[in-house]
C-alpha cells in the first residue's frame, strides 16, 4: 500500500494547474523571447517541489556505500532527451538546473549546491525535459530512480513529511512564477538574488556572499529578462548599496538593503 502511494504521488505524469496566468507581463521589462510556454512553468514549479522532497535525511537512507562522479566546470551532468532515469545527490560544487527552449535558448529554474539533488525531474518523466551543467568542478553520487522508489517504500515514516514539504514547495514555486508577471526587472532580480541568498549564501549579519560566480547572462535567464536590462539593474543595485562584488567577483546582497528595496 505504502509503494503503490508513493508511485502515484512521482511515478505518474504530475496535472499543475493552468499557470496562463503567470505569464510573463508584456513590455520593455522583459525579454520577449524569454515567453516561454505553460509546460516550462510547470516544469520549474515541480523541480522546486521534488528536490525539497529529496534533501535532507533521505540522504541517510540512500547514499551509504555508492560511488561518487566528478564532474569538470562547465560540464553537463545529463540532457535535455536523455533516456537515463537516475538522480544525482551534490557532494560538493554547484550546479544550474534548467532547459532549452525550441530555438535553443537556456532558461536556469535554480542553482544547487553540496547536499542538494539534480535530476528530479525524471520522477515525472521517461524522457529528461530538463538539464544540469556544472558551475564549477562538482562531485556527485548517481542513483537510479527505481532505488529511490525501493527506498522510500520501505520508510513509511516518510509520507507525511512528505506531502507537508511538497505543498510547500508548490506554494513557493509558484510565488517565483507569479514574479513575471507583476514585477518589474529591478524587483525580478532582487527576488532572484535573495533566492540565491537564502539556499546557497553564506551569512555575515546582513550580508549574504553567493560562493559561486554567475554571469550575467546566467542572471538574466534565471530573472526572464534581457542581459542588457539585468547589467543596467545590477548597477543600479550597486549604486543603491543593495549588490557588492567580492575580490573574486561573487555577488554580495545586503538582506536588509534588499527588502527594504
Same mark, same amino acid.
Given at each position: 500500500?505504502?509503494?503503490?502511494?508513493?508511485?502515484?504521488?512521482?511515478?505518474?505524469?504530475?496535472?499543475?494547474p493552468p499557470s496562463g496566468v503567470v505569464k510573463p507581463a508584456t513590455g520593455c521589462d522583459v525579454? #520577449?523571447?524569454? @515567453? &516561454?510556454?505553460?509546460? +516550462?512553468?510547470? /516544469?520549474?514549479? $515541480?523541480?522546486?517541489? =521534488? %528536490?525539497?522532497? *529529496?534533501?535532507?535525511?533521505?540522504?541517510?537512507?540512500?547514499?551509504?556505500?555508492?560511488?561518487?562522479?566528478?564532474?569538470?566546470?562547465?560540464?553537463?551532468?545529463?540532457?535535455?532527451?536523455?533516456?537515463?532515469?537516475?538522480?544525482?545527490?551534490?557532494?560538493?560544487?554547484?550546479?544550474?538546473?534548467?532547459?532549452?527552449?525550441?530555438?535553443?535558448?537556456?532558461?536556469?529554474?535554480?542553482?544547487?549546491?553540496?547536499?542538494?539533488?539534480?535530476?528530479?525531474?525524471?520522477?515525472?518523466?521517461?524522457?529528461?525535459?530538463?538539464?544540469?551543467?556544472?558551475?564549477?568542478?562538482?562531485?556527485?553520487?548517481?542513483? #537510479?530512480?527505481? @532505488? &529511490?522508489?525501493?527506498? +522510500?517504500?520501505? /520508510?513509511?515514516? $516518510?509520507?507525511?513529511? =512528505? %506531502?507537508?514539504? *511538497?505543498?510547500?514547495?508548490?506554494?513557493?514555486?509558484?510565488?517565483?512564477?507569479?514574479?513575471?508577471?507583476?514585477?518589474?526587472?529591478?524587483?525580478?532580480?532582487?527576488?532572484?538574488?535573495?533566492?540565491?541568498?537564502?539556499?546557497?549564501?553564506?551569512?555575515?549579519?546582513?550580508?549574504?556572499?553567493?560562493?559561486?560566480?554567475?554571469?550575467?547572462?546566467?542572471?538574466?535567464?534565471?530573472?526572464?529578462?534581457?542581459?542588457?536590462?539585468?547589467?543596467?539593474?545590477?548597477?543600479?543595485?550597486?549604486?543603491?548599496?543593495?549588490?557588492?562584488?567580492?575580490?573574486?567577483?561573487?555577488?554580495?546582497?545586503?538582506?536588509?538593503?534588499? @527588502?527594504?528595496?
Open positions: 500500500m505504502i509503494r503503490a502511494g508513493y508511485a502515484s504521488m512521482l511515478e505518474l505524469p504530475m496535472t499543475l525579454d #520577449p523571447r524569454l @515567453e &516561454v510556454d505553460d509546460s +516550462l512553468d510547470q /516544469q520549474a514549479i $515541480l523541480s522546486t517541489a =521534488l %528536490v525539497s522532497i *529529496f534533501r535532507g535525511n533521505f540522504c541517510d537512507f540512500i547514499l551509504p556505500n555508492r560511488k561518487t562522479i566528478s564532474f569538470k566546470k562547465h560540464s553537463v551532468i545529463y540532457e535535455v532527451g536523455d533516456r537515463e532515469r537516475s538522480l544525482y545527490f551534490l557532494q560538493n560544487g554547484f550546479a544550474k538546473v534548467g532547459t532549452t527552449t525550441a530555438d535553443g535558448r537556456e532558461i536556469i529554474y535554480d542553482v544547487r549546491k553540496k547536499g542538494d539533488v539534480i535530476g528530479e525531474l525524471c520522477a515525472s518523466a521517461l524522457v529528461r525535459p530538463d538539464r544540469a551543467v556544472a558551475l564549477e568542478n562538482t562531485d556527485a553520487i548517481c542513483v #537510479p530512480f527505481a @532505488e &529511490v522508489m525501493e527506498t +522510500l517504500s520501505h /520508510q513509511p515514516g $516518510l509520507a507525511v513529511v =512528505l %506531502v507537508d514539504v *511538497f505543498c510547500h514547495a508548490l506554494k513557493e514555486a509558484y510565488a517565483q512564477v507569479n514574479s513575471l508577471a507583476v514585477d518589474d526587472t529591478i524587483h525580478r532580480l532582487i527576488k532572484v538574488l535573495s533566492g540565491l541568498a537564502t539556499r546557497i549564501g553564506e551569512r555575515a549579519g546582513s550580508l549574504a556572499h553567493i560562493p559561486v560566480y554567475l554571469t550575467q547572462e546566467e542572471i538574466a535567464q534565471m530573472a526572464g529578462a534581457r542581459r542588457e536590462r539585468i547589467s543596467t539593474a545590477l548597477n543600479s543595485l550597486r549604486r543603491r548599496g543593495i549588490v557588492h562584488y567580492s575580490i573574486r567577483g561573487h555577488l554580495v546582497l545586503d538582506l536588509d538593503a534588499a @527588502e527594504a528595496a
